[in-house]
């Protein structure tokens, strides 16, 4: 299962970006969904994780700022950043874990997505 992002870029303080996220290759269900982001010498956090019921989960740094939305794809997923704060600023990746038409479980990231946040 092979996932490509997209989305991140420059923005000033105070604004917003949608990166996206699909999944490709042999997937037979999904179940979670989810964002995390690596800052210049700090470890990976997860930003954000959806289920398949819809439920969710934010870091309290980015909560009643960010929400992550599944696509009508099923195999797709947004997260939408808005009042972007400098402390934003990180390489963005998704991740998606299932099982494959195999009926084995994967769990898979993307590429990543810069996303800076700078006056």
């Known amino acids: 299962v092979q996932l490509q992002a997209s989305g991140g870029g420059l923005v000033q303080p105070g604004g917003s970006l949608r990166p996206s996220c699909a999944a490709s290759?042999?997937?037979?269900?999904?179940?979670?969904r989810a964002w995390y982001r690596q800052a210049p010498g700090k470890q990976r956090e997860m930003v954000a994780s959806i289920t398949n019921d819809g439920d969710t989960i934010f870091a309290d740094s980015v909560k009643g700022r960010f929400s992550i939305s599944r696509g009508d794809a099923k195999n797709v997923v947004f997260l939408q950043m808005n009042s972007l704060k400098p402390e934003d600023t990180a390489v963005y990746y998704c991740?998606?874990?299932?099982?494959?038409?195999?009926?084995?479980?994967?769990?898979?990231w993307g590429q990543g997505t810069l996303v800076t946040v700078s006056s």
């Open positions: 991740n998606i874990r299932g099982h494959n038409n195999n009926y084995a479980a994967f769990g898979s």
């Open positions: 290759g042999s997937i037979l269900s999904i179940f979670n």
